[in-house]
Nanobody
Framework: QVQLVESGGGWVQAGGSLRLSCAAS????????MGWFRQAPGKEREFVAT????????CYADSVKGRFTSSRDNAKNTVYLQMNSLKPEDTAIYYC????????????????????WGQGTQVTVSS
């Protein structure tokens, strides 16, 4: 059974940084593309970032491009989201997601592509 556990969320002032982690278990991590999504109150869950199973390709939502960076450590079964220059509009619950893939460098950006999800971690950015 795939289990994804996010950590690293919290409160930060605008302009600050946070690093989210997602620890995966119950899967052959190197065979999975990983994604980050977020959901603000009253809004739909939206794509933030994704990283291919090889780690060689990353894709980002326009709203976070240049500020967020996703990386992974396949030896530790962990994916990261480094968030810099945070803005109040980044406030949301951030979710980690996984999907098995045979494509080493493909980015998956739609929510329906992922079939395993974590419980989420809250990020709050104050102005």
């Amino acid at each position: 059974q795939v289990q994804l556990v996010e950590s690293g969320g919290g409160w930060v002032q605008a302009g600050g940084s946070l690093r989210l982690s997602c620890a995966a278990s119950g899967l052959s991590f190197g065979n999975y593309a990983m994604g980050w999504f977020r959901q603000a109150p009253g809004k739909e869950r939206e794509f933030v970032a994704t990283i291919s199973k090889s780690g060689g390709n990353t894709c980002y939502a326009d709203s976070v491009k240049g500020r967020f960076t996703s990386s992974r450590d396949n030896a530790k079964n962990t994916v990261y989201l480094q968030m810099n220059s945070l803005k109040p509009e980044d406030t949301a619950i951030y979710y980690c997601a996984a999907r098995m893939t045979s494509w080493s460098s493909r980015c998956y950006t739609d929510r329906g592509s992922f079939n395993s999800w974590g419980q989420g971690t809250q990020v709050t950015v104050s102005s």
